[in-house]
């Protein structure tokens, strides 16, 4: 497992509670009770590339997008090992915006209406030309912090040329998607495929804004739910069948097949529902809900989606809601404060819920402290939504540190 967020602890927890053995790079505190944690640099390739060999290890999971767009997955299966995540190349669909858009266009696939851009004069004729509010995107990785909703002609302006003349992203900025503004309830729909077949996940929802309410800054991702009340099954395959089947076939005819998590963030707008940009790597908090409803072995699914052969139906979940909630540290998202003691996590895994570990580590005595800034996500079930969020508040209410920041609205009001 290469990562170090509440994603792939997640992900680690799935794997060994089902039997497998784990091992984790860089990894974080909560994964040493069920991985080898070895630390070693994403970025270090060859090091990865050598605990993969020496291990001999059946499946490397890329967590994150950063090491998927530099070519992690490239490099390791060069060395023969077998990879969920997409090669560089196929991680473009994430990398860039505006490549995604061309793909979709291509693939007939429904999104926004965007025009791509390197001049702040381009981004402004688009501007006029879509009408207000407008969504102004760098084109590259920017950390969650590249999308810019103007409700004005002055902050389109404002935007692009922060991106484009000031850099403000570096070169992922230097290129701009300006895309029309669009309006409804937003949904997150991970699929697996090997390349050909696509296992898709239950819908799922995350909670950007740092504020009940959704108001307020963006962060990672304030927590999440999994199912999505209004996008039953049935729906969950069709979007599958207009989204991800068509970009995966388009990328395979493109000699770049896209192999690994294929992440759609969609829009469910008046016009039908639309996408707002792809990931290429399980969502992050979505994950944290989304495993606890898998069914069965969760690291067969990623194998067989490394190797070929993956089943084309989607993966077995209970039909039991899953709510995660996210605690976050003194004023994230800005420069989080560190170094606050945790208490309670045995408290509340002794609820039943999960604690999935990010922003932690240990301090010089041993002590688990804040270190970054979604510091855990606490997640459990329940029959329903409602059961589910009020079990997952409880048990997150017996974690306590200096300055936690707790929405505590996720999930709410969801039960039909
Ligand atoms: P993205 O990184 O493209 O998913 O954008 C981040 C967030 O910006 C999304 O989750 C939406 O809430 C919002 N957003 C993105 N594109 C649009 C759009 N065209 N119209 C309105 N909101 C958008
Ligand atoms: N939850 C949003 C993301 O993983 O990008």
Do not use: C
């Not at 999505?228 to 388009?250: C, F, K, N, S, T």
Request: aromatic share 4%; charged share 20%.
């Amino acid at each position: 497992m290469v990562g170090s967020g509440g994603r792939e602890h997640a992900l680690v927890r799935a794997l060994a509670a089902t039997g497998w053995t784990v091992f984790a790079a860089p990894g974080n505190p909560g994964m040493a009770a069920d991985a080898d944690v070895r630390d070693i640099a994403m970025s270090d390739h060859a090091a990865l590339v050598a605990l993969a060999t020496d291990e001999a290890v059946d499946l490397v999971v890329i967590g994150p997008e950063a090491p998927l767009v530099a070519g992690l997955a490239d490099d390791l299966r060069a060395a023969g090992a077998a990879v969920l995540g997409p090669s560089g190349a196929a991680a473009r669909l994430e990398g860039s915006k505006a490549f995604a858009k061309e793909v979709m266009l291509a693939a007939g696939v429904p999104t926004g209406r965007s025009r791509t851009v390197s001049t702040v004069d381009g981004g402004m004729a688009a501007v006029a030309d879509f009408g207000l509010p407008v969504a102004v995107k760098a084109d590259g990785l920017a950390a969650g912090k590249g999308v810019v909703i103007a409700q004005s002609e002055d902050e389109a302006r404002v935007a692009l040329v922060s991106m484009i003349d000031d850099a403000a992203f570096g070169a992922a900025g230097s290129t701009v998607v300006v895309e029309e503004g669009l309006t409804g309830p937003e949904v997150s729909l991970l699929a697996i495929s090997d390349g050909t077949a696509v296992a898709r996940f239950p819908a799922a929802r995350d909670y950007k804004p740092i504020g009940e309410g959704n108001t307020g800054p963006n962060t990672g991702g304030m927590g999440s739910v999994s199912p999505v009340p209004g996008i039953p099954d049935p729906l969950a395959d069709q979007l599958v069948d207009e989204v991800h089947r068509p970009v995966i076939a388009e990328m395979a005819r493109r000699g770049i097949p896209f192999s690994g998590v294929l992440y759609a963030g969609l829009m469910m707008t008046p016009g039908g529902p639309k996408v707002l940009e792809f990931n290429v790597r399980f969502g992050d908090p979505e994950t944290q809900a989304l495993l606890p409803r898998v069914a069965g072995d969760l690291g067969d699914i990623l194998l067989a989606a490394a190797r070929g052969g993956l089943a084309d139906q989607p993966v077995p979940v209970t039909p039991q809601a899953s709510v995660a909630v996210v605690l976050a540290a003194a004023n994230y998202p800005g420069d989080p404060r560190t170094g606050d003691a945790i208490t309670g996590i045995d408290d509340a895994l002794a609820t039943g819920a999960e604690v999935f570990q990010a922003g932690t580590t240990r301090d010089g005595t041993g002590t688990l402290v804040t270190g970054g800034g979604r510091v855990l996500a606490v997640q459990a079930l329940g029959d329903d939504v409602a059961q589910a969020r009020e079990r997952a508040y409880a048990a997150a209410d017996l974690i306590h540190f200096d300055g936690e920041q707790m929405r505590r609205d996720i999930a709410a009001g969801m039960d039909a």
